[in-house]
C-alpha cells in the first residue's frame, strides 16, 4: 500500500466502504460500473498503478481498492487475479498479474468452458485469453491427461527492463528470483466452484446489500 494512502487512512480512519462501481474484467480490465455510463474502461497508465499498487483482500475473501481513505469493493468477473505469461529471450516464460506482480506459478486448472486457471503466489487467476497460445506450447498429454511443462523465470533484474508493460511490474519482497523447471498437471474445475475452494468473494456488493437491509 502506498505510503500516502497509509497517511490518508490514519488521518481518515473511519469513511465508509462501497461497492457497486468498480468491477475487474475476465480480461484484466478496471471497469466503472457506477454511476458512470457502465462498463468504462480505466486505462490511464498513472491511475492504473496506482490502483494496482493499492489492490488488496480481505480475510473474509472480498478484494478491494484502497483509494486514499475509502475502501472501494471490486467485483470479480471470475477470479480475483487476472494472469499473464511473458517469453523471455532465454526462452523461458515469466508470469505476471494484471496488478503487475511477478511470481512462480503453483498449479494450472481447466473449467468447462476451456478457460485455464492458474494458481501463483499471489492466489488463483484466469491466464488472459492472448496469452493461450504460450500455454499450450508446454501442453503435452500422458496417459490421456494433459500436463503442462516449461521452463518458469523471475529474473533478478528489474522486470521493466525486459518486458514492457501498462502496468509496472515488480516482485513482492518474499518472492525468490532465479529459473526452474515445473511440471503441472491440468486439474478439472467447475467454474461454479472456483470462488468457494480458493475461499474469495466475487460479489462484495450484495454482501453490503443484505446487511443494510
Known sequence: MDDLVEKALARWPNVPAIAGWLKLSLQGDWLL???????????????LNFMARNYGCETDGRYYFQN????????LAYTPWVYRIHPLENGALMLSTHTGLVGWPQA????EQGRVLIQGEQGIGLLHSNDM???????QEKNGQLH????????EVDPDTLIAARTKLRREKQTSTGQ??????????????????????????????ESNK
Open 33 to 47: 460500473t457506477g454511476p458512470v455510463p457502465e462498463g468504462l474502461t480505466i486505462s490511464h497508465p498513472r491511475i
Open 108 to 111: 494450472m486448472m481447466q473449467d
Open 133 to 139: 497460445d504460450l500455454l499450450a506450447s508446454g501442453l
Open 68 to 75: 486514499g481513505p475509502q475502501k472501494a469493493y471490486v467485483h
Open 180 to 209: 526452474r523447471n515445473c511440471s503441472f498437471k491440468m486439474e478439472f474445475i467447475q467454474s461454479a466452484k472456483v470462488a468457494e475452494r480458493f475461499k474469495f468473494n466475487p460479489e462484495p456488493e450484495v454482501n453490503k446489500l
Open 148 to 155: 503442462h511443462n516449461a521452463d518458469w523465470a523471475v529474473p
